[in-house]
């Protein structure tokens, strides 16, 4: 455990103290504030609740030069996209925030947008606005903007015990691809599996998998207050089981079920995988086969 | 003209090819999409409209090492709080995207947030969410949503032939400080004073002054296609008449009323001076005491 806490401690650790200073919101429009895939917004006399998320990618971090702009383009979109399926929503618009580094020329900037605008389309979710600036390297932050009915977000904070843990798709294989020194090109936000937990299958809780299911499945039971047990996810083709379990952006949906749920083994050809059960106990433990799994998925501030 | 039109080519281009590219949005909740200091969205079912901007700040580009940390998170909201006062609305919320550098402590990240926090509070903007990560130098990059009643934000594309043109404020305090070493602390967002010409004195056009004003009222102009002219604007104190003219990050309005609306000489202790008339004529033209005034205000993509 100690030694859990200590690998789990530093994005956590920050964003709880980022949260405290931020404080409770004033607003009763705020539905929900930092510390879930999304920020849930209700505007005055609407019927419906807006999400919001935030996406850095940044070259060197996230991506080194010889990356093609335009699947760039998309998966800076889809980072942000992921986040709205997460929580069930549909996309209504985004804004994007570039800086462009001297080795960028006018041909990278139009395939980064070819790739973005390509998605957006696709998606339903316009790009209305942004900022352009320069530095020394490429970074850009997208802003999602998602909608769902009323109080009907998907959050993670809501696993209740007994109910079932489920993944979408198979773990591993971004980490597998990134290995390779082919990363993936165009990620696929589960967009259509969100709104399906949400308005079919009532899931109880979902979050995307971007870090690694060792980290995310640590996050959504801390949440929701709760332990949990899982066998082995299943793993992409070629993936070992450290990449599974450790690797992130697989943009596969984590989500949990009442106990005794149905549910089809696949959905629009992506497997839906029962993998554990959510447990009384401390609070964000997870245990893989009944021993205890280290959250050591990705962290930016990992000392 | 040929020279104007050179001069501002760059990061205007830029933006109206984007504009091509990401196309009229197909959702009719798109009030206004790229080419203000806002988006506009309209929620189904809501009386208000929500306002979005993202401003990017970047170590190198907008800052230096040694600017205090308190100041640069406070400067980070105040640049989007801005664009909302220029809109005329109301701040509801905000998100943060942000990098931190190697030489980042977290002393510095503490600072930082005291800052931003600081705004937020003050001006109704709680932070609810947004993204952490690592990078060579640090960026941070704000999402501002703000509202209006429906249909009542004031934009810049709509100012018409024989308005007058008013700033706020005196220009170039910015530009001089910056060249003595001493970059502005605390800019102040004139959310009460856009409030003002919103609710009471129905601004025409209204737009922040972030990049100067010689290339700001080209785009004020260019946007309600007309031209402008000007005398020379209110400076600051010590500020040279480039620095008032082509001095960024004064964050002051500049805005247009009817041209027989009377104004106060100033609002909460700011002075709003009358500096000129807006006239039929090339679209984006803008002369000062009759001559060609070029569009030298801060742009990211001159060459």
Wanted: hydrophobic share 40%.
């Amino acid at each position: 455990m100690v030694k859990r806490n200590r690998a789990a401690s530093s994005e956590e650790e920050m964003i709880a103290r980022i949260r405290r200073r931020a404080g409770l919101p004033a607003s009763g429009s705020i539905v929900l504030g930092i510390g879930d895939d999304c920020a849930i917004f209700r505007p005055r006399g609407s019927n419906e609740d807006l999400l919001f998320t935030t996406d850095m990618l940044i070259e060197g971090t996230h991506f080194l030069r010889a990356h093609p702009p335009a699947d760039l383009g998309w998966k800076a979109l889809a980072r942000g996209l992921s986040d709205i399926a997460a929580m069930g929503g549909e996309p209504r618009f985004c804004l994007l925030s570039l800086a462009v580094a001297p080795w960028i020329g006018p041909r990278w900037i139009d395939a980064f947008y070819r790739g973005l605008l390509a998605l957006a389309s696709r998606e339903g979710a316009p790009l209305v606005g942004g900022d352009l600036s320069h530095a020394d390297r490429v970074m850009c932050d997208i802003l999602v903007c998602g909608s769902v009915p009323r109080s009907q977000a998907l959050r993670r904070d809501s696993a209740r015990r007994g109910d079932a843990i489920y993944v979408s798709g198979a773990l591993g294989g971004a980490a597998c691809r990134l290995a390779q020194g082919r990363p993936t090109a165009r990620p696929q936000p589960r967009l259509a599996l969100g709104r399906l937990l949400r308005q079919k299958l009532h899931a109880t809780a979902a979050m995307d998998l971007s870090d690694g299911i060792s980290l995310d499945l640590h996050r959504l039971a801390k949440a929701s207050n709760l332990s949990a047990e899982i066998t082995a996810p299943p793993r992409h083709r070629g993936a070992t089981l450290e990449q599974a379990l450790h690797g992130g952006e697989d943009y596969e949906l984590l989500f949990t079920l009442p106990g005794a749920a149905r549910l089809p083994p696949e959905f629009a050809g992506v497997p839906l995988t029962r993998i554990g059960t959510m447990r009384r106990g401390p609070a964000g433990a997870v245990t893989l086969d009944g021993v205890p799994l280290e959250p050591l998925g990705y962290d930016h501030f990992r000392p």
